[in-house]
């Protein structure tokens, strides 16, 4: 991954994502008015998933403790 330094941060305003022919494309819109285009296999989303999944399950333990 990209040093710090080289990383922008930006707030999401909308996503969709799309099967296009052998990957899936993601698109993105920032608050700012930034577009990107992010394309990945299955095996990249699906780790993706699994790491957000960790994290929101996470999220609700500590929400489910207090």
Known sequence: MADKADVTTY?????????VEDHIEIAVEAEDGTKLKLKATADQLDALVGDLETILD??????EAA
Not at 58 to 63: F, L, P
């Open 58 to 63: 996470a999220d609700d333990s500590d929400d």
């Open 11 to 19: 707030t999401i305003k909308q996503a969709l994502a799309a099967k």
